[in-house]
C-alpha cells in the first residue's frame, strides 16, 4: 500500500488550497479513505472521511461547510478541497486507508495558513 499526499502550502487565511492523495498497492475504489491532520504538540486528529463509491462523507465539525473531500475511482485519487482557510487549519495533512486491521498513512503534506 502506498500513499502520496500533494497540494499542500503556504496561503493566507481566507483562501483556498486542494489537496490530492494518490494510491496504490491495494483495491482503491474498495476501500473507505480519511484525511488526519497533526499540529505540533497535538494529536492527529480526523478531519473527514468518505465511503468507497463516494456517496457517504463525514467531517469533523470544525471543518463543516468549508472543506469538501472526494475521490475518483478511475484514477485511485482522493481530493480534500480547502476553502476558507483559518490558521487553525494549519497542520501536517496525512491521507489513510485502513484494511480491516492495519492502518495505512502518507508522508504528509504541510498546510500553512498565515493570519
Known amino acids: 500500500v502506498q500513499l502520496v499526499e500533494s497540494g499542500g502550502g503556504l496561503v493566507q487565511a481566507g483562501g483556498s488550497l486542494r489537496l490530492s492523495c494518490a494510491a496504490s498497492g491495494f483495491t482503491f475504489s474498495r476501500r473507505a479513505m480519511g484525511w488526519y491532520r497533526r499540529t505540533p504538540g497535538k494529536q492527529r486528529e480526523w478531519v473527514a472521511s468518505?465511503?468507497?463509491?463516494?456517496?457517504?462523507?463525514n467531517y469533523v465539525d470544525s471543518v463543516k461547510g468549508r472543506f469538501t473531500i472526494s475521490r475518483d475511482n478511475a484514477k485511485n485519487t482522493m481530493y480534500l478541497q480547502m476553502n476558507s482557510l483559518k490558521p487553525e487549519d494549519t497542520a501536517v495533512y496525512y491521507c489513510?486507508?485502513?484494511?480491516?486491521?492495519?492502518?495505512?498513512w502518507g508522508q504528509g503534506t504541510q498546510v500553512t495558513v498565515s493570519s
Open positions: 468518505i465511503a468507497s463509491a463516494g456517496g457517504s462523507t
Open positions: 489513510n486507508t485502513w484494511d480491516g486491521s492495519i492502518d495505512y
